[in-house]
């Protein structure tokens, strides 16, 4: 081998030698997220109603690719997407990062998910004599098509019946709130425009009605499908507690929900 063809081949291999001693160093990301909307209760797990969306804060750093995967099937590659839980039970969400040399972390989770159920409803403010003798209950119905009001007919929606309490004896007080107790564990669940993100609203798909039963002939005191009524919904996501107020001619109507276990 003559000195020039030397020459070249100790600068090759003087050149790959370097090249690998100046390899780009790897990025180990870091994969953390928090839930913006509950906070975590004993043993680090999150209780969240169905349907009631889950929203993700991401706390990465030196990613440069996010997939979240969540163990009902779902899954996202947005930095922050939101998620919800169609039935009751226990789940996770895990956040895989990648950087930029296809390095990778994750962090995950927990999540128990609970039914909403109605149980109570408070009236007040009604145009009502004291004294006044009545026999109520509530009755809810479900929407028409597309989540629209049913027909009106007399005092009656056209309509399927969801739920309906039995009928309570009450003699009214101007001064005292009436509060009915709502057995039964009706399970509150929006349809379908409201799963795909029009309304995070689940009471906002029932029919809720105020009735009178006097001698057998039932009476529409109040119902949130009134033209006039403007619905007021509010929800304390951590107490695990739903309500919502419907006014009709100064009757006010407050149905209350919870999250149960």
Known sequence: ??????????LIVLFSSCKKDHQEPKIIPAASFDIGNFTASAGSSYTVPTFTPVTTVNKSSDAAAYLWKSSDGSSSSDKEPQFRFKKAGTYKITLLTTSTTGDTASSSKSFTVVDRHLYAVKISNPNWANGRILNLFVRVYNPAANNAVPNLSGDQYSSVISYQSSVVNVVYNSQVAINLDLPGNFTLTPGKDLLT??????????????????????HLLASSWDSNNVPIY????NLGISTLETRNQGLTATYFANNTK
């Open 197 to 218: 993100g029009v309304s995070n609203d689940l009471f906002v798909n029932y029919g809720y009605c105020l009735y009178s039963n006097d001698n057998n002939v039932e």
């Open 1 to 10: 081998m003559n000195s020039k063809l030397l020459y070249f081949v100790l």
């Open 234 to 237: 509010n929800e304390v996501l």
